[in-house]
């Protein structure tokens, strides 16, 4: 099959000593590859390349069977815009002046702007929610509007394809996911294919048809998200020792406490979760039980402690876990009766508690 | 930083404004060229000036057409009378020039802070007059023996090759340092040592070549006449349409070298161009009317202010004029303020340039920090 953005056997690198080597992407028209992977991984530098920011070592990028990489400056620039992480000074700039150079490939040489460039830019300003700040100098915006505005620019350009570089650099949450929105409005009715590095792997993970890991000098992955993101991929990837990161929500725990258990929990249903963090603040080793595997408090107790008992989900607990959960109880200084123990099922969390309260241990609500 | 909500109104259209300030602009320069010819130790009224320049004018654009036909009647209007003669032969050429060089200073200075992405850049202030003006004085010092004769185009070409050999160092070193306030200290510093080695060689040059020297070095547009009007109008006024017809690539390089090449902005070529256009036209300033100071910083930026907007397209023919304005002024300055003692033309335009300087450099630290 024939990919209409296709890297072959791509090497890029400063000064002609290659940094990654033999990178080989295959996008169809239309879908979103972001580039994961640490700080100077070189990402930044194969975004670049393919921009023809710098200039690749050697292989080839064809977009739509065309070899961008020696096609014009000019073709090139109605083919592919970007958007860098440089920042950009202006004098007395308006937005409206700034999004305009977008339009630079299309206007005369003069740079004099016709009606239908007038439109694109107001539409790409609507497009970014940014139209009532079209006459603003752009001096005066904050990072995340300056950032809007800048995308603007790379939209006005109307490109098949768009490459960003951190695009959410600076952005907070509200505007993270309106970019990324943005962007896939684009991919949706524009058909752009857009390529793109991002440091948040759980926003990548749900925008992206593919994703790319980039480290050291090799592609240690590319593929789907789902083909990705599997187990302690992204601990491998960032060299993450201490802390761990949630696949499934996303979210990053910091570094579990080690040590024998000082505290038990007694838990489930989520009630736990407020204890474990707190815990982990103070950096108090604890052990946790009885959590069925499907249940809330287990994702995150299983990050945050080596102790933690837990029952198959969908079956009763058996004796020898409780007997488990008992032999860690007792040698805890101190149980915590996390709440949400009352209920038919758990019976067994219940008497964890009586258990504890005869052996004189110290019970916290 | 605190967000004004400072938004430039939409009232009224650039090109509209643009039109504006270009026919305030021309009003004032023609302002200022009739002062300039009345004003003086010779008064001489207004209603003659214009009989007699409107007669001058009019045989003048015979005689091009004619082929030199009218060249007694030229001669003989520019030498009727004393007045005649101030005004033909000392006056006019004295302001056209001050105007023209002062259009051009004030294009290189903008070519420079384009290319620096910098409102303090200007060929004064990074040192690349100083270097001109070193390489001028060489050649006048020591080539004037050798060859006895030296032709303005000579110093214009000295000129050229000290403002570029200049900007070049400038450049080099500036790549090193991305700090604005820091390029200023490198210009300066390399101003200073490029002086240094042009007092050197006055010191040790002779008495006939300094007398040459000292009126030019202090910077002035006292020794104008016709043929230095002609030199800088065929160098500055080709250069000044080949700068405009760059407007465009300009405005992009504003927003960073990386933006401008994914616009199809080859940077090498653009920016060699650049930077050979401004030497062009500093030099030239350079070789006729010594080192101007701060015309090329606060030309620019009073034109960007005045026309709130920096497309080049826009601030280059703006501040070309505005350029010519200011220069008309400042040697009318120079020339009448303490008559018959003439200031060097640099004496004023630093007291008016400098503290735009200093207002820039101070508005800057308040953005950024």
């Not at chain 2, 690349?128 to 303005?152: D, E, H, N, R, W």
């Not at chain 2, 002779?206 to 065929?234: C, E, K, P, R, Y």
């Not at chain 2, 500055?236 to 504003?254: H, T």
């Not at chain 2, 080192?291 to 026309?307: D, E, K, N, Q, W």
Request: glycine fraction near 8%; hydrophobic fraction near 45%; include cysteine.
């Amino acid at each position: 099959m024939d990919f209409y953005f296709k890297t072959s056997d791509l090497s890029v690198g400063y000064n002609k000593s290659i940094l990654i080597r033999d990178i080989n992407i295959k996008l169809e028209k239309g879908k979103i590859l972001t580039l994961i992977g640490p700080n100077g991984s070189g990402k930044s530098t194969i975004l670049k390349s393919i921009a023809r920011q710098i200039p690749a070592v050697c292989g080839s990028v064809y977009i739509d069977k065309m070899d961008i990489l020696s096609c014009s400056l000019k073709t090139m620039a109605k083919t592919v815009s970007v958007m860098l992480t440089d920042r950009i000074h202006t004098d007395i700039m308006t937005c409206k002046d700034v999004v305009s150079m977008g339009r630079y490939p299309y206007t005369n040489i003069v740079g004099s702007l016709s009606d239908k460039d007038k439109e694109v830019i107001f539409s790409s300003l609507e497009l970014v929610g940014m139209q009532e700040k079209a006459f603003q100098d752009f001096n005066t915006l904050s990072d995340g509007q300056k950032q809007r505005i800048l995308l603007a620019r790379a939209i006005c350009q109307q490109p098949e394809v768009f490459i960003l570089d951190e695009p959410t650099a600076f952005l907070d949450i509200k505007h993270k996911i309106e970019l990324l929105d943005i962007l896939s409005f684009l991919t949706r009715e524009k058909k752009v294919t857009v390529i793109m590095s991002l440091h948040e792997i759980d926003l990548a993970s749900k925008i992206s048809d593919y994703m790319m890991c980039v480290k050291g000098d090799t592609i240690e992955g590319f593929g789907t998200p789902d083909e990705i993101l599997k187990e302690n991929t992204i601990e491998k990837l960032y060299d993450i020792e201490k802390g761990t990161y949630n696949m499934d929500f996303g979210s990053v725990e910091l570094s579990k406490p080690e040590g024998t258990p000082e505290v038990f929990i007694v838990c489930g249903g989520g009630y736990g979760i407020p204890y474990f963090r707190a815990l982990q603040k103070k950096q108090v080793p604890f052990a946790a039980g009885i959590i069925f595997q499907n249940d809330i408090d287990y994702q995150v107790a299983s990050k945050l402690s080596d102790h933690v008992v837990s029952a198959p989900p969908f079956e009763p607990v058996t004796e020898e876990l409780f007997n488990a959960a008992a032999d860690l109880i007792l040698k805890c200084d101190m149980v915590i009766d996390a709440g949400g123990n009352e209920g038919t099922f758990n019976h067994y969390n219940r008497k964890l508690l009586e258990l504890a309260e005869k052996n004189n241990i110290q019970i916290k609500n | 930083m605190m967000l004004q909500n400072k938004t430039i109104k939409p009232n009224m259209k650039s090109s509209v404004r643009f039109t504006a300030v270009m026919i305030i602009l021309t009003g004032l320069l023609v302002f200022g060229l009739i002062l300039n010819i009345n004003i003086g130790s010779v008064r001489i009224s207004a209603k003659d000036v214009f009989s007699m320049t409107g007669k001058y004018v009019l045989y003048g654009i015979k005689n091009i057409f004619s082929g030199g036909k009218f060249q007694a009647e030229l001669s003989a209007i520019s030498n009727a009378s004393t007045e005649n003669q101030i005004i033909f032969s000392i006056r006019m050429p004295r302001m056209i020039l001050a105007a023209v060089l002062g259009g051009a200073l004030s294009v290189s200075g903008f070519l420079l802070q384009t290319f620096f992405r910098n409102p303090i850049a200007g060929p004064f202030v990074l040192g690349i007059s100083s270097g001109a003006k070193m390489l001028v004085g060489i050649t006048l010092i020591f080539l004037s023996g050798y060859i006895g004769y030296i032709s303005p185009w000579m110093l214009v070409i000295a000129a050229f090759a000290g403002s570029l050999i200049i900007t070049i160092v400038v450049v080099i070193f500036s790549g090193r340092v991305k700090n604005m306030s820091m390029l200023l200290v490198i210009g300066i510093m390399v101003g200073y040592i490029c002086s240094a080695v042009t007092d050197f060689c006055i010191t040790f040059a002779n008495d006939h070549d300094i007398l040459n020297l000292t009126g030019w070095s202090m910077g002035t547009f006292s020794g104008a006449d016709w043929q230095s009007v002609g030199l800088s109008a065929v160098v500055c006024i080709p250069v000044f349409f080949i700068c405009w017809l760059m407007s465009k690539p300009m405005e992009a390089y504003s927003l960073g070298e990386g933006y401008a090449k994914s616009m199809g902005i080859r940077i090498k070529p653009f920016c060699i161009i650049l930077i050979i256009l401004s030497s062009i036209l500093s030099a030239c300033v350079t070789a006729i009317a010594g080192a101007v100071s701060f015309v090329g910083i606060a030309v620019p930026h009073i034109t960007r202010t005045m026309l709130k907007s920096s497309k080049p397209v826009y601030v280059i023919p703006a501040s070309f004029i505005m350029g010519a304005v200011f220069c008309v002024f400042c040697d009318l300055l120079a020339r009448t303020v303490f008559a018959p003692t003439e200031m060097a033309i640099s004496t004023v335009t630093s007291i008016f340039g400098a503290p735009i300087v200093i207002y820039i450099m101070v508005k800057r630290r308040r953005q950024e920090g």
